[in-house]
């Protein structure tokens, strides 16, 4: 069956890329319809700190930051797994809000700005037909001049499209599982801190509510190790670092259980597939220990957006403006994310950031963006 409808844009995933680039062409005027498989508000395993050079952006959406009293975040610690520790200023910086409050309060913006928000509506394939795309879901089909993939660090439609992350060899550096709680503990409102253990790291920084989020990513071996455990691993493994030791003794979780994802890849991504724009994570994924992947979301939506009023070949200009604008920090983000795990490497390294504080600078210098309004201007 198909909706009687033609739209101007369709967008499969409504995360934080997904959402964006529907507030950003409703605005324009354009008809938007969104897929969302989930119902808001819900949950997502992400580390929820958010590089202040997303700031005017969300502003620019109607989204008021300024009145939410939300936790500015200024300095990093990061730890190894034996407990040695530096820290830095963040020059720029970044605030703390959980993805259930920001999803949902974008989500509401759309649907005020005219989206077609369609929750709990799962994509099963979008393809292009002659002029027009389809995007085909469980139910009905939906014709529209353009279509959009935000979908996600892995979806189904990866699967079916045998995209290249997927059908890869499996390696360490694609097998990663990650865990997420809100916790209330006794931790400074103005740092993040990224504490490392075996094969594996942990975020912790504080969000709206007087709460904190936790959140870590490791392999799946670990897992394994564990008895499929995840109490057993954090007893087990992660806890051999005393900082995250001394945080799993004394927090309380605000959940009975964590929010899990599995299957998680880092590796290279295209920008397009069947014809398809991608955006987000479905377009290449930045390590979360470098905490700036929310930041490339909304970056992207902004960057697509521009092309697609600019009238633009966007099959040409988007991977180039992309790869501009994205590519170091993914090349970095990756490099940080092969050296973080290994405990004597980290042990060797966090020292020798001690010894040489430029370098750490440098990581965080090239991980992080400028102004996304300056940029894209």
């Known amino acids: 069956m198909k909706n009687s409808q033609t739209y101007d844009i369709a967008i499969t995933g409504g995360g934080l890329a997904g959402l964006s680039l529907a507030i950003l062409q409703a605005k324009a005027g354009k008809s938007v319809v969104l897929f969302e498989k989930n119902s808001y508000p819900f949950h997502r395993v992400c580390g929820e700190y958010v590089s202040l050079e997303s700031w005017n952006f969300l502003e620019s959406l109607e989204l008021p930051l300024s009145q939410m009293q939300l936790p500015i975040i200024k300095n990093l610690q990061v730890t190894s797994p034996s407990g040695t520790s ?44 002659e002029s027009l795309y389809e ?42 599982v990650g865990v997420k709680y809100h916790i209330k503990t006794d931790f400074p409102i103005d740092k993040i801190a990224l504490h490392n253990f075996s094969d594996g790291y942990c975020g912790i920084s504080a969000i709206e509510d007087d709460l904190y989020c936790l959140c870590y990513m490791t392999t799946k071996s670990n897992l394994k190790k564990s008895e499929n455990s995840i109490a057993n691993m954090e007893e087990k493994i992660l806890s051999k670092n005393p900082f995250l030791a001394n945080i799993f003794k004394n927090s309380e979780k605000i959940w009975p259980q964590p929010e899990v994802i599995s299957q998680i890849s880092f590796e290279k991504k295209g920008q397009f597939e069947n014809e398809i724009p991608l955006l987000g994570d479905a377009s290449g994924m930045i390590a979360p220990l470098c905490g700036n992947g929310m930041s490339m979301a909304f970056h992207g939506a902004y960057l697509l957006h521009n092309l697609l009023e600019s009238g633009e070949n966007i099959k040409e200009e988007y991977p180039k403006k992309w790869k501009d604008n994205f590519a170091t920090r993914l090349l970095v983000g990756r490099t940080v994310q092969r050296l973080f795990g290994n405990p004597t490497m980290t042990d060797l390294l966090i020292k020798g950031m001690k010894l040489t504080p430029r370098l750490l600078q440098l990581i965080i210098k090239n991980t992080h963006g400028k102004d996304i309004m300056e940029i894209n201007e």
């Open 135 to 176: 995007v085909i879901t469980e139910k009905e089909g939906y014709q529209c001049k353009m279509a959009v993939g935000s979908f996600g660090k892995r979806s189904n439609l990866d699967v079916d499209w045998k995209r290249p992350f997927i059908e890869k060899n499996r390696t360490s550096l694609n097998q990663y």
């Open 86 to 129: 530096i820290e830095a200023p963040l020059d720029l910086g970044g605030f703390g809000i959980s993805r259930y409050k920001l999803d949902f309060e974008l989500a509401q913006i759309a649907k005020n700005s005219g989206v077609k928000v369609l929750e709990s509506t799962k994509v099963i394939d979008v393809k292009k037909n």
